[in-house]
């Protein structure tokens, strides 16, 4: 093929201005790589602005890890611990370089003598969260209420039947669309060429110019190409209808998990860790003067269609209720609501969504694509520098660092 010069050449061309793709474009940049980053909407309007806006250690998923180890799946189990002490390291990094859009979070687990889940196992795995918190660097100690008075002074409004103690633990939070707007304004201003309303058309590997073309469709209302050495497919929800694009429809790469999250005024002094009749762990944490509750998990296949069921806001709401007796929440309460896909990767075999792991991965299709899987706002960073280590690894472009540098690099 020959290459018109009004056409633009980059060393890496990435699909998608979530978090993920944000991520890559800015460590690739730093290291001194030409980037595109081509964006179908608005940067951070998909999943990536519709989280919970936590950068969390996640230390729910130290359960996955003891399930896991309870039926005798020891690989899983240390998978799901390492995925929890990389992200308490990669909590303590984004405050570093990010201290304005990464606070510190104090959250509160309250304990019930008649719970789903014992004293002694909540109480176990938050010294184990603080033991991989000590370990990685990223060390708070716990305070521990040891009574139902003591609780009731920091949450008094908070339902007193069987209550007898609890947990403070601290994390972070952010605003996750800020978070993914520096991250991509700090590409930008290294050098990436970053484009918002940009529909990637069509994308080819042309073995006569060693590179991959990509058509897109751009807000001039023109369709334009860009080509690249390498091409990194980091669309969130939107992977497998990239991939579609090829016309690999067979096996799908995700397994589209959607949780649902309402908007309440602030109602809290502290954020908090609850536990649904269901027995699914919920979080209310405050944001300004709001409190954001959620969030649930189902499946959801079509990532331009996604709606919060009715049935979410009353299973949030009823959640609620349980345990702020005093006051009954209901829809008139709700500020705001949203849904976003969380793109897990898929298993050859079905699994409930609980059991899937939330480490992220990286697949290469037959056409050397790079593909990454379920990226979250914690750990983008690091699935960041793993892809980019790959490709420096096959550029070998003379003046780049083969090192990244994003976690020294103030956003």
């Known amino acids: 093929m020959q290459i018109d010069h009004s056409d633009k050449f980059f060393d890496i061309a990435i699909i998608g201005g979530g978090i993920a793709g944000a991520g890559v474009a800015r460590d690739a940049v730093l290291r001194g790589f030409g980037v595109v980053l081509l964006e179908k909407s608005l940067f951070g309007s998909g999943a990536s602005g519709k989280s919970s806006k936590l950068i969390h250690g996640g230390i729910r998923y130290l359960e996955l890890s003891w399930n896991a180890l309870k039926h005798g ?170 991939r579609s694009l090829r016309g690999k429809k067979d096996i799908p790469y995700l397994f589209p998990i959607a949780g649902s999250h309402i908007e309440i005024p602030k109602f809290l002094p502290t954020s908090v860790i609850l536990q649904a009749k269901d027995g699914r762990i919920f979080f209310v944490i405050n944001h300004g003067e709001r409190a954001r509750v959620g969030t649930t998990e189902w499946h959801c296949p079509n990532p331009d269609r996604v709606q919060i069921p009715e049935e979410d806001i009353d299973y949030l709401l009823e959640s609620l209720s349980r345990y702020f007796l005093t006051r009954k929440f209901t829809r008139q309460d709700i500020l705001a609501t949203d849904a976003g896909i969380r793109p897990l990767p898929s298993s050859p075999e079905p699994l409930d969504p609980n059991a899937i792991s939330r480490e992220h991965e990286i697949r290469v299709d037959q056409e050397g694509v790079i593909h990454l899987l379920g990226v979250k706002l914690t750990d983008h960073r690091r699935a960041a520098e793993e892809v980019v280590d790959r490709l420096a690894r096959d550029l070998q472009k003379p003046g780049t660092r083969p090192k990244s540098i994003t976690a020294s690099t103030p956003l």
């Open 73 to 242: 799946d020891k690989l899983e189990s240390l998978k799901n611990l390492k995925f929890v002490f990389s992200s308490l390291k990669e909590s303590k990094i984004l405050r570093k370089i990010a201290p304005k859009l990464v606070e510190p979070l104090p959250l509160i687990i309250p304990i019930y003598k008649h719970g789903s889940r014992k004293s002694f196992s909540i109480y176990l795995g938050v010294f184990l969260y603080a033991l991989l918190g000590l370990l990685s660097g990223n060390f708070h100690f716990p305070k521990i209420f040891f009574s139902k008075k003591s609780i009731l002074r920091a949450l008094p409004n908070l339902r007193s039947e069987g209550l007898s103690g609890g947990i403070m633990i601290r994390d972070h939070r952010t605003d996750d669309l800020e978070l993914v707007r520096a991250t991509i304004a700090s590409a930008a201003k290294n050098g990436a060429e970053c484009f918002e309303n940009t529909q990637v058309t069509s994308y080819e590997y042309d073995s006569l110019s060693k590179c991959y073309v990509i058509s897109a469709w751009m807000p001039d209302g023109d369709t334009h190409r860009f080509f690249s050495k390498k091409l990194v497919n980091a669309s969130g929800p939107w992977i497998d209808k990239v």
